[in-house]
């Protein structure tokens, strides 16, 4: 008898502001139907065997929730009532134990820590009129993560697939300074649109995030491959067999690819921390780095890209240093890295201008809480002019 088809349902893969397109795109690319873009999160359908297989293979996800239950809220009483209202034994034992994240933005609300305790009432409590028993808090490793997003007077609550963020892939040392995000990184490198094939550089490495993930990215390796658990291993209706099979599927399309990745960071501490990072990684055939200043050190000769993510100024003292800095990373693109389209994002729009350069393309994106542009710059060989009069292909 053929197996029964498992049932679709709708899902939403949470991003950061700038990568809604990037991440529509991997979803298409990996199986996705009935995607829908909105601010910081892309809507789309599949069933079970898709949720793991967005988990393991997203590259610019932060979570994927699967919507339950959407009603209109009038206040916390209603928030409890219609919370109870849900049968939570299909989800979790009595025994269990549970979190709850609230996301709030809504006048009727002002504090999500509040909303989310009183969601956990209407949870254990009607485990404990049912059972006799309740399910206990764990906000480290619950066995199920309950999502409340709370927009204007609409609550929708989601059960979160896949526990902790997944920027946090597993390959990175923990005592490490804090990089840019994986996810921030990854989607850096899939909107400079490289090939997998020609030089790539980060110049200004610091921990290795953007190498590491350009270097997966060509390499075909999941982002989910370091990655030692995800919330739906622990769901009632986890299925062990169908997992394995998505991640045996997942890694079969990795491949050996030639290609070398460089990095360069003046920090001698800062450059072993990041060849650190490489090792642990699994990537030392890879990516090489080098302990140099950016303006001192000899690119490899173009077509390539380069993406770097320099300091933004918070840490320097007087204006004109920043402002410098930029002047002398344009004058070394000019110098240095012909053939190359540079990238960089930075949220000092002012020290940007410095750069000396007109930029082909800005994007907007967030490293964190800070509002960035990702700026495409070409340096052309020659004169642009004669550039854009080569033929297509031509050399």
């Given at each position: 008898?053929p197996?029964?088809?498992?049932?679709?349902?709708?899902?939403?893969?949470k991003?950061?502001?700038?990568?809604?397109?990037v991440?529509?795109?991997?979803?298409?690319?990996?199986g996705?139907?009935?995607?829908?873009?909105?601010?910081?999160?892309?809507?789309?359908t599949g069933?079970?065997?898709?949720?793991y297989?967005?988990?393991?293979n997203?590259?610019?996800?932060?979570?994927?929730?699967?919507?339950?239950r959407t009603?209109t809220?009038?206040?916390?009483?209603h928030?409890y009532q219609?919370?109870?209202?849900?049968?939570w034994?299909?989800?979790?034992?009595?025994?269990g134990?549970?979190a709850i994240?609230?996301?709030?933005s809504?006048?009727?609300f002002?504090h999500?820590?509040?909303?989310s305790q009183k969601?956990?009432?209407?949870?254990?409590?009607?485990?404990?009129?049912?059972f006799?028993?309740?399910?206990?808090?764990d906000?480290?490793?619950?066995?199920?993560?309950?999502?409340?997003?709370i927009?204007?007077?609409?609550?929708?609550?989601?059960?979160?697939?896949?526990?902790?963020?997944?920027?946090?892939r597993?390959?990175r040392?923990?005592?490490?300074?804090?990089?840019?995000?994986?996810?921030?990184?990854a989607?850096?490198?899939?909107?400079?649109?490289?090939?997998?094939?020609?030089?790539?550089?980060?110049p200004m490495c610091?921990s290795?995030?953007?190498?590491?993930?350009?270097?997966?990215?060509?390499?075909g390796?999941?982002?989910?491959?370091?990655?030692?658990e995800?919330?739906?291993?622990?769901?009632?209706?986890?299925?062990?067999d169908?997992?394995?099979?998505?991640?045996?599927v997942?890694?079969?399309?990795v491949?050996?690819?030639?290609?070398k990745?460089?990095?360069?960071?003046?920090s001698?501490?800062v450059a072993?921390?990041?060849?650190?990072?490489i090792?642990?990684a699994?990537?030392?055939?890879?990516?090489?780095?080098?302990?140099?200043a950016?303006?001192?050190?000899?690119?490899?000769?173009?077509p390539?890209?380069?993406?770097?993510?320099?300091?933004?100024?918070?840490?320097m003292?007087q204006?004109?240093?920043?402002?410098?800095?930029?002047?002398s990373?344009?004058?070394t693109?000019k110098?240095?890295?012909?053939?190359?389209?540079?990238?960089?994002?930075s949220?000092?729009?002012?020290?940007?201008?410095?750069v000396?350069?007109?930029?082909?393309?800005?994007?907007?994106?967030?490293?964190g809480?800070?509002?960035?542009?990702?700026?495409?710059?070409?340096?052309?060989e020659?004169?642009?002019?004669?550039?854009?009069m080569?033929?297509?292909?031509?050399e």
């Amino acid at each position: 008898m053929p197996k029964e088809r498992m049932p679709d349902f709708r899902m939403v893969a949470k991003t950061v502001t700038g990568l809604e397109d990037v991440l529509s795109d991997e979803l298409l690319k990996l199986g996705a139907r009935d995607i829908e873009k909105h601010n910081r999160a892309v809507s789309f359908t599949g069933d079970q065997g898709f949720m793991y297989k967005a988990n393991m293979n997203l590259r610019t996800a932060l979570r994927i929730l699967k919507p339950i239950r959407t009603f209109t809220v009038r206040n916390e009483e209603h928030l409890y009532q219609e919370i109870r209202k849900i049968d939570w034994a299909d989800y979790l034992d009595a025994d269990g134990t549970l979190a709850i994240d609230t996301v709030l933005s809504s006048d009727l609300f002002t504090h999500s820590h509040f909303l989310s305790q009183k969601a956990k009432d209407a949870v254990v409590d009607q485990f404990r009129d049912a059972f006799g028993r309740r399910p206990s808090v764990d906000l480290d490793r619950p066995d199920l993560r309950i999502n409340l997003h709370i927009h204007h007077d609409t609550c929708t609550v989601s059960l979160d697939s896949s526990g902790e963020s997944l920027h946090k892939r597993g390959y990175r040392d923990k005592t490490n300074l804090a990089p840019i995000n994986e996810v921030l990184a990854a989607g850096l490198v899939l909107l400079s649109g490289w090939d997998k094939r020609s030089a790539f550089i980060d110049p200004m490495c610091g921990s290795g995030t953007i190498l590491i993930e350009a270097a997966l990215i060509a390499s075909g390796v999941p982002p989910g491959y370091y990655r030692e658990e995800y919330a739906f291993q622990r769901w009632k209706d986890f299925d062990q067999d169908l997992w394995n099979k998505i991640y045996e599927v997942g890694m079969k399309r990795v491949n050996e690819n030639p290609v070398k990745l460089t990095g360069v960071e003046i920090s001698r501490n800062v450059a072993r921390k990041a060849k650190e990072n490489i090792r642990l990684a699994k990537l030392e055939d890879m990516i090489e780095v080098h302990n140099s200043a950016f303006q001192d050190f000899e690119a490899p000769p173009g077509p390539g890209v380069l993406i770097m993510n320099p300091p933004y100024g918070e840490r320097m003292h007087q204006e004109e240093d920043i402002n410098g800095f930029y002047r002398s990373i344009g004058d070394t693109f000019k110098q240095k890295y012909k053939g190359y389209t540079g990238w960089i994002i930075s949220s000092n729009m002012e020290a940007l201008k410095n750069v000396g350069l007109r930029p082909s393309r800005k994007i907007q994106v967030f490293n964190g809480p800070l509002e960035c542009r990702f700026m495409r710059f070409d340096m052309y060989e020659g004169s642009k002019k004669a550039s854009k009069m080569k033929p297509e292909g031509g050399e």
